[in-house]
């Protein structure tokens, strides 16, 4: 502070400081992970999207372990946002994410793969397939697209992790062909959600990226748009272009329109914060069975 005529004024250098304990309004009860229409009609499927809440724990809600983050806390987290959604938190199973195409499917064997800390991933990829209760899927995001599909007959369920690496390798199309040959699944029927992701006009990338896309979906040019100096790449209508080409019907795909960067208040953005920020995640499980 300086003083200035007798009277005290805050120095603009040192920002009126919060009152720590005071808890924040929406840090009073579970965090609500957010839900697609679509995919919540669907009997016995649990789904939600967790997302970034100041105040929530040490990082925001944040529930990746890898550093520089604090593992318990993010432990925690996945425990709160869990039993926001009904689930078991020590069910999960979590891929080491790898910017891939591999497709993992997990059974309630591989329950707490990768749950708590310090634990061995289900695995390496960036897609979960089961058609199993007992399991929770959950892939982690910040920036790359989360795409959640339901196969509502068999059932089975599958979460997807999908940045611009996945993408140009068709991760989308791998999980639907996984599906379909670990459980049948007719991709006609199945269901799909993209949940949040950078969207277009915040995400610039380089030439190469371009080609690439280019090269495994040549009629994908309406997911680039040219911004001048770079392309501009639309993850959303990207994976929804793969998800058609698989043989979802357009009809049964629900897009999330939240940009991730422009809504960093509410959502972890790798460009918007840098690496270091938090990872939300999207999870998806099949519930027990009534009398299991
Ligand atoms: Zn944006």
Redesign the pocket.
């Known amino acids: 502070m300086t003083e200035t005529s007798g009277v005290m004024v805050l120095d603009p250098a040192f920002p009126t400081p919060r009152d720590g304990s005071a808890p924040e309004p929406h840090c009073q009860g579970p965090p609500r992970p957010l839900k697609s229409a679509l995919l919540d009609a669907v009997p016995g499927v649990v789904h939600g999207i967790t997302g970034r809440v100041p105040g929530l724990g040490a990082a925001d809600g944040n529930v990746a372990y890898s550093a520089p983050r604090d593992r318990q806390d993010a432990w925690l987290m996945r425990q709160r946002w869990c039993a926001a959604l009904g689930l078991d938190a020590a069910r999960l199973a979590v891929l080491g994410q790898i910017h891939g195409a591999a497709v993992r499917k997990v059974g309630a064997d591989d329950a707490g793969s990768g749950a708590r800390p310090a634990t061995d991933p289900a695995g390496y990829g960036d897609a979960l397939i089961s058609d199993e209760p007992g399991v929770v899927l959950m892939t982690l995001h910040a920036d790359c697209l989360p795409l959640l599909l339901v196969d509502p007959d068999r059932p089975a369920v599958a979460a997807v992790h999908a940045g611009w690496r996945g993408t140009v390798a068709d991760i989308a199309g791998a999980t639907v062909a996984g599906m379909r040959r670990a459980f049948g699944s007719d991709p006609a029927r199945l269901l799909g959600y993209i949940g949040p992701t ?6 610039e990338v380089g030439p190469e990226v371009a080609e690439a896309w280019l090269a495994v979906a040549p009629d994908g040019q309406a997911s680039l748009r040219d911004t001048g100096s770079r392309p501009s790449f639309d993850l959303r209508r990207a994976n929804r272009h793969l998800l058609a080409a698989a043989g979802l019907e357009p009809a049964r795909i629900e897009v999330s329109s939240i ?5 960093g208040d509410a959502w972890f953005s790798h460009r918007g914060q840098g690496p270091a920020t938090g990872r939300f995640g999207a999870i998806i499980a099949l519930a027990d069975r009534d009398g299991d």
């Open positions: 950078i969207g277009p006009d915040c995400y940009c991730t960067r422009h809504d």
